[in-house]
């Protein structure tokens, strides 16, 4: 009798032991689902980080906010593997250097901006960043870029007050989904292996062309005709955005 009495109650145990690993499942299951609507920031201003992954199209995009030499080693790669990109400069940048303005947008790529100072937004006080925005698109319109869209705020710093003071000013903010920190030189082959590896439809490739960077140029040689290779086509962010296609960075 005893040893009957023994196996209900291990089998009772057993029983509730199952029923609580079940209850807490789905608890777990529900509650995924039911925080959804709470993180959804629907009807916020977002900042644009990567375009849609059902055409074959890429966006490069490169930094500057000073030095005046690797830009024209980057341009010179663009130009030999016929590829566009977007070039996001700080205004002070752009008022000093015109010319290389002039070059870039003569070499068929967009240009964004980066404010006019390059000093993180998160750092400053909302009136200081309404001041900075209002002055790199005055300087912007002075140099003849009087409908510049597209701003990467300086260093990618930015939050829900700095996105609703851009929206305010009729442009969109643009991240990116892909970095190869170029900036810390981490090697050659470490920026190529990065952006081939990575790099696919739909993508925002994060560069730069300040003097800071030793090897980005080098790395182009290489990586502009492996995204060649994966059927990826250059693209400015408007065009990334709009799914259009630029004949002049038709790839071959």
């Not at 002075?142 to 007050?161: N, Y």
Request: proline share 4%.
């Amino acid at each position: 009798m005893s040893f009957y009495t023994w196996k209900a109650e291990r089998m009772k145990r057993y029983g509730v032991v199952v029923a609580l690993a079940f209850f807490c499942a789905l608890f777990l299951w529900i509650g995924q689902w039911s925080q959804l609507p709470v993180f959804s920031n629907e009807g916020e201003p977002r900042a644009l980080t990567q375009g849609s992954d059902k055409n074959s199209n890429v966006a490069l995009t490169f930094n500057i906010s000073w030095g005046t030499e690797k830009v024209h080693d980057v341009l010179k790669q663009l130009e030999a593997n016929k590829a566009q990109a977007t070039f996001f400069v700080s205004g002070e940048w752009a008022e000093r250097h015109p010319d290389i303005i002039k070059a870039i947008h003569e070499g068929k790529h967009e240009i964004g901006m980066m404010g006019y100072k390059y000093e993180s937004y998160l750092e400053q006080k909302p009136a200081q960043v309404q001041q900075d925005l209002n002055k790199a698109k005055e300087t912007f319109e002075k140099l003849g870029f009087e409908e510049i869209k597209w701003i990467r705020p300086p260093h990618g710093h930015m939050d829900k007050e700095v996105l609703k003071m851009i929206e305010d000013k009729g442009m969109q903010a643009v991240q990116w989904s892909i970095n190869p920190r170029d900036w810390e030189n981490p090697g050659t082959n470490s920026i190529i292996d990065t952006v081939l590896n990575e790099g696919s439809e739909g993508d925002i490739i994060l560069m730069h062309a300040s003097d800071s960077v030793k090897q980005t140029a080098k790395a182009l040689e290489v990586i502009l005709p492996g995204l060649k290779q994966k059927g990826l086509k250059f693209v400015s962010i408007t065009e990334l955005v709009s799914g259009a296609e630029s004949e002049t960075t038709q790839i071959e």
